[in-house]
């Protein structure tokens, strides 16, 4: 509305009258060709921060995957080996996925079952049994010796350090035997200051 005078006095018009130009309210207007850029300014900023996003997901991705701990086969669990029918007396046998050698001894060494940990106790590196070298300890003669490739650390059959710089017996793996099957649980290892015939599971 507006206020004129008329004769003097004030008379109220309101704005829609005839012959009075309405009244804007000032207010900022943004023009288009702005408005347009606003709105692509908006749109980069979405795409390059959602970018980021994935670019930081995907290395905290990468880095876990790399880092986080796991198992590699069946290490670190109970592995069933077979029945005892397939491991004879004086047998050694190498089990890959456990990283281990199921032997079974003869009588005058223990007549039991040991899984012995092929990793040497010296630094680490994976022992072969080699059949066809012998090897003494407390003058008894053993055919068939772990060497250890790294070092020369050796071993007799029971897993006791009889030469080179091993500093103790091979670690053992807790053997079961149920109904005629032996299992053995990987993730149990333990050291040994000396090998015992207690260490061997009797059958």
């Known amino acids: 509305m507006a206020i ?5 006095k004030p008379v109220v018009v309101p704005s829609s009258e005839p012959g009075h130009a309405p009244v804007h309210e000032p207010h900022d207007e943004i023009p288009p060709a702005e408005q347009a850029g606003v709105s692509r300014r908006r749109f980069m900023r979405v795409v390059f921060l959602n970018s980021m996003g994935v670019f930081t997901l995907g290395a905290v991705g ?10 590699v086969g069946s290490f670190g669990s109970t592995i069933k080996v077979g029945d005892v029918s397939q491991f004879p007396p004086g047998t ?8 281990f050698y199921l032997v079974h001894t003869l009588p ?19 022992v072969p049994w ?9 003058g008894k003669t053993y055919k068939g010796i772990f060497r250890c490739p790294c070092h020369g650390s050796q071993y007799i059959i029971t897993g006791q350090n009889f030469a080179g ?13 149920s109904g005629g099957q032996i299992s053995v649980n990987t993730g149990k290892i333990t050291k040994r200051e000396e090998a015992k015939p207690s260490d061997q599971v009797k059958i």
């Open 4 to 8: 004129i005078y008329k004769d003097g």
């Open 62 to 71: 990468t880095f876990v995957v790399m880092f986080w701990p796991k198992k």
């Open 92 to 99: 050694v046998t190498r089990i890959p996925e456990g990283r």
């Open 108 to 126: 005058e060494q223990g007549g039991g079952l040991l899984a012995l940990y092929w990793k040497c106790v010296h630094l680490g590196c994976t």
């Open 130 to 138: 080699r059949d066809a070298e012998d090897g003494t300890y407390s």
């Open 165 to 177: 710089p091993a500093p103790r017996p091979l670690d053992t793996m807790q053997v079961t035997v």
